[in-house]
């Protein structure tokens, strides 16, 4: 569907949707690099913005006892999933394109994969800034239009691959999305690259997954350059 003919009580009706079923997340081990990467001080003020199931949130709290947590998400079956996996956050369904909070709020602001599917992902990043304290810091990730797996699909099928999953995905190159960070407020300080994590087990099992795609992921890990990457993860600070 074409974007500009889109709503938002569309939008929310899929997000909806795929919370009830298989929910979007990867592995916990993800989420637990993340929160070390970004690695919160006691005392601060976190905002996940688009917190989706609330993985990120947990496994934070779990690193970070002493931080103050909140987090937002449009789908409203997200934020009661949200609810269980972190009952100490201060969670709540709100736009991230028009977030419900005073202006600099926070130390610390994420948004994890989800400026993409925003109407205006221009907006969502303005609405970042403005809720972040001027010395705060942020981690925002987005997809790549070019990454290895786009090449690797071609190579394989002739043809570009193509996600419905979401109803709404944007996609652009490095360059292009430090552009349009910087144009609403972020510099873009540091860059990694990320890739789909390599799972041995079943989450909570010791129960085997594919070890040809553990293998495969884990050397895409090792050896993909950044500007390859499925997704780029930004660190940034106000521009």
Known sequence: MNENQLSSKEIISDYNRIYSGPGIR??????????????????????????????????????????????????????SVARKNCPQARLMTADGQKIPFKDKQFDYVTCL?????????????????????ENAKFCIILPNSFSLDF????????????????????TATRKEWVSLLGANGLLAE????????????????FKLKSIGKFFKRSLIKCVCPVNLAREFIFVCKKA
């Open 26 to 79: 990867t592995n916990s081990a993800y989420y637990r690099w993340l929160a070390r990467l970004l690695n919160p001080k006691s005392g601060a003020k976190i905002l996940d913005v688009s917190c989706g199931e609330g993985i990120f949130l947990r496994e934070v709290l779990k690193r970070s006892k002493q931080i103050e947590e909140f987090g937002l998400d449009i789908s409203d079956v997200a934020i």
């Open 151 to 170: 090449f690797l699909h071609i190579r394989r099928e002739g043809n570009k691959p193509v996600d419905d999953f979401q109803i709404l995905e944007k």
């Open 190 to 205: 540091r860059v990694y690259g990320s890739n789909l994590w390599p799972e041995l087990f079943q989450e909570g099992t």
């Open 113 to 133: 994969g989800s400026l993409e599917h925003y109407l205006d992902p221009g907006l969502g990043i303005r609405e970042i800034v403005r809720v972040a304290k």
